[in-house]
């Protein structure tokens, strides 16, 4: 899997949208960007992943520049349950890594009231 | 109905023995891992079983044995357990795809704690 940088933490005041950027600028042609969340105490959960284009389903979008070197997910509405660590993962389930996901620090977002 | 159901959600047990954790996935999914998560909270992962089969062993000592029964369970034998095993565990799986890429799925974990 590509190296992603994160940055370390963000604030969002609760309503806002939440805008968590991604820079992943060795992204090889096969691999796609996917988002997981943790919110404390529980398990990783996935939230969104995309190869090229914009992407959006009922928790996101995720936003791919057209050099595929960075993206944006972006939480439309953000509630006090968004609080959690985002990881942004360069990542194919084809081949032999069989859907192994490579974890990095993540951003620790924070919604605020 | 949870996708990924692992027990126990909490284990303390004493240095030297033998434990497991149980890992079982309703989703029909053909893939299942364990990982790791650590003080620092980093998420790594350990092995991973496709059709029963062991794919990946990321340089796990050999006291942790996983076992894979059928394609629904994959559980985690650890052998004389030591202080530096403290932390959360995650069983999850999904399902692979050549063609189209598929996320996967974690279940709660389970906090072992070695004391």
């Known amino acids: 899997d590509a190296k992603t940088t994160q940055p370390t933490s963000m604030d969002c005041a609760e309503g806002r949208a939440a805008n968590l950027p991604c820079n992943h600028s060795?992204?090889?042609?096969?691999?796609?960007v996917y988002w997981y969340r943790q919110i404390h105490s529980q398990g990783p959960q996935y939230i969104i992943h995309?190869?090229?284009n914009n992407e959006t389903n009922e928790m996101a979008s995720l936003i791919i520049t057209e050099d595929r070197k960075s993206s944006t997910l972006i939480l439309p509405h953000a509630t006090l349950r968004d609080t959690a660590v985002y990881y942004c993962?360069?990542?194919?389930?084809?081949?032999?890594?069989?859907?192994?996901?490579?974890f990095g620090q993540g951003t620790i977002l924070t919604v605020h009231p | 109905d949870t996708a990924v159901s692992q027990t126990p959600k909490y284990l303390v047990t004493q240095m030297g023995n033998d434990k497991s954790i149980k890992c079982e996935q309703n989703?029909?999914?053909?893939?299942m891992y364990w990982y790791k998560q650590d003080s620092k909270k980093f998420l790594k992962i350990m092995f991973s079983?496709?059709?029963?089969?062991?794919?990946i062993n990321e340089t796990v000592p050999n006291r942790f044995s996983p076992k894979s029964p059928d394609k629904a369970h994959l559980n985690l034998h650890i052998n004389s357990l030591e202080l530096g095993d403290s932390a959360v565990y995650f069983c999850?799986?999904?399902?692979?795809?050549?063609?189209?890429?598929?996320?996967?799925?974690f279940g709660q974990g389970t906090r072992l704690t070695v004391v």
């Open positions: 079983y496709n059709n029963k089969e062991l794919i």
């Open positions: 999850a799986s999904s399902l692979t795809d050549m063609v189209r890429n598929t996320e996967a799925f």
């Open positions: 060795t992204i090889s042609g096969n691999e796609y």
């Open positions: 995309g190869l090229k």
């Open positions: 989703l029909g999914h053909d893939t």
């Open positions: 993962i360069a990542h194919t389930t084809g081949g032999t890594s069989y859907g192994k996901l490579t």
